[in-house]
């Protein structure tokens, strides 16, 4: 029988108002259990609980916060075999990106325990004589998480861990797609000793909760990951209060392949960066922008490699492409495939449904040639396993079709010259910049977030969370002449 899991509510588990059934994407018969959906008085309290728990852990000392990110880390990553197993269950990615993904996850909290120890602030003497200034970093508050479900345990890390290490409350509307994951995530960290109500769980759907939860004048800030039109609504509803703003949505990423580029190692990039999580990544090479001299060459190869794919249940040894998240995701997939052809594009492989023997969401990995730049599967997210070559003459046009675009998260080149290389690290219009590598895969300790309709507000990741976690403050100080 399946189990029944709670939302955690101003530091109490508790049933909610309904619940929802979770089923994986690779078996549909497999029912994973039943998850609360948080009803609006639930969240009220919740927020209430966090207001005063936030107060007391930002006094509650650095070693402490230290040692509760640490142990949440060390749990994350000594699990990560058994958690992830359960990620690739409810969300079909293969087993390997599931398990590294809850390894991941564990090390942004093994790092924010580090950066809680670092935080120090500036002194400046003022323009005034005799007056001291001191610059000091305090915690913005409440931190309302909304998260997608293609990275559900790394991308809540990676807002979760800077925000209490930088003395937040956090209240957390994971997506509704992979409430295991956010559940599993939510039960380490609620066994840690922090004021209760520091840290809620609030699963349940995203246009009541979540749109309360963002509306709310009791949280000083949102950041959120997922798509352009939710984050457009997000913004206008945080508008009101002036509530602080991090939005990390979709992407359009290009990876341009030179006629000077090692074609094995283009072709790895390409596959990898298309077809990694069956193309549900923000940094997914959905563009291959390739050299005129080298595509048929590429193509064919990309092709061959694609032919070799294991399709397959996430769970499955060997998956190399699991299912993709939903009926509706697929649905939404096989109608780009239809756009593609519509608009000329040739299908060199895939188009379809896969059926691996499985009652799940298969899709064949799927490659575009002969697609332009302006053809509608070239400009919108489609979040899918799949990928449009667009031809070009040479650099300067390669750079051209990569910068066009409304977005900007992620770009790569595939190219043996320095020169090349350079010219497109400095010129290409994206928040991170890949040279000889796929678009999709990026380190924690270091900034991440995009340009255009990517991104909106300061960066996540790395030291650089500091700016959207805490909020400045600025002490002037007349100390006067000591008593003699
Ligand atoms: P959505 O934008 O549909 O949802 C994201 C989250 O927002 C979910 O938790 C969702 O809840 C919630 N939500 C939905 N409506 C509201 C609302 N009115 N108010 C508050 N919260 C709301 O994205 P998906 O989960 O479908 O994720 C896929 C998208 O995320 C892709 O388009 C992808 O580009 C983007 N993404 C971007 C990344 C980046 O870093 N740039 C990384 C990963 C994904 P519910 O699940 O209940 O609908």
């Known amino acids: ?33 039943l998850y609360a959906q948080a009803g609006l008085d639930q969240l009220n309290e919740t927020l209430d609980a966090a207001v005063a728990a936030q107060r007391r852990w930002a006094m509650s000392g650095l070693e402490k916060r230290q040692a509760v990110l640490d142990a949440i880390g060390r749990e994350l990553m000594d699990r990560s075999k058994e958690l992830g197993r359960l990620l690739s269950r409810e969300e079909g990615k293969p ?10 996850a564990g090390q942004f909290f093994a790092y924010y ?12 003497d003022s323009v005034r004589p005799g007056v001291e200034v001191e610059v000091r970093r305090e915690p913005v508050g409440v931190v309302a998480v909304v998260s997608p479900w293609n990275f559900p345990t790394a991308t809540a890390s990676w807002k979760i861990a800077p925000a209490l290490a930088f003395g937040n409350a956090v209240v957390w509307k994971p997506a509704n797609l992979t409430p295991a994951s956010a559940h599993a995530l939510a039960e380490i960290i609620a066994r840690q000793d922090i004021p209760e109500g520091l840290f809620s769980l609030v699963m349940g759907s995203g246009a009541t909760v979540g749109q309360a939860l963002i509306e709310s004048p009791k949280i000083q800030a ?15 509803s945080a508008a009101p209060n002036f509530t602080k703003l991090q939005l990390e949505m979709g992407s359009k990423n290009a990876l341009a392949v030179m ?68 009926e509706g995701q697929l649905r939404g997939n096989l109608r780009y495939v239809g756009l593609a052809g519509e608009a000329g594009a040739e299908l060199a492989f895939g188009g379809g449904r896969a059926d691996v023997g499985h009652d799940g969401f298969y899709m064949q990995p799927t490659l575009f040639t002969g697609t332009r730049n ?24 390669a750079l051209a079709v990569v910068n066009d675009t409304e977005f900007g998260l992620t770009s790569g080149i595939v190219t043996k010259s ?18 000889n590598l796929p678009t999709a895969g990026t380190d924690y300790h270091v900034p991440f977030g995009g ?30 002449e000591p008593e003699a």
């Open 1 to 33: 029988m399946a189990g029944r899991f709670d939302n955690l509510i101003a530091g109490r588990w508790a049933a909610g108002e309904g619940e929802i059934e979770n089923r994986s994407p690779s078996d549909q018969t497999d029912l994973i259990g």
């Open 95 to 104: 087993l390997a990106e599931g398990v590294g993904e809850v390894y991941r």
């Open 113 to 124: 325990a580090a950066e809680v120890l670092r935080q120090i602030g500036e002194n400046a």
């Open 222 to 236: 949102v950041s959120f990951t997922g798509s352009v039109e939710v984050g457009r609504g997000v913004a206008r």
């Open 259 to 326: 006629d000077d580029a090692d074609l094995d190692l283009a072709v790895a990039a390409a596959l990898n960066g298309a077809f990694g999580g069956t193309g549900q990544k923000c940094t997914a090479s959905s563009r291959l922008v390739v050299h005129e001299r080298v595509h048929d060459a590429f193509v064919d190869a990309l092709v061959a490699a694609m032919r070799g794919l294991k399709v397959d249940h996430a769970l499955e040894e060997g998956t190399q492409m699991g299912p993709v998240v939903s």
């Open 374 to 397: 302006d053809m509608a599967v070239n400009r919108e997210e489609m979040f899918a396993p799949i990928a449009c070559v667009i031809k070009v003459g040479g650099y300067e046009e």
């Open 418 to 435: 320095l020169a090349r290389a350079g010219h497109f690290r400095r010129h290409a219009r994206t928040g991170c910049v890949m040279v």
């Open 451 to 480: 340009r255009g309709r990517s991104s909106y507000g300061p960066r996540e990741q790395g030291r650089w969370a500091v700016e959207f976690y805490t909020t400045a403050k600025t002490a002037y100080v007349k100390a006067g």
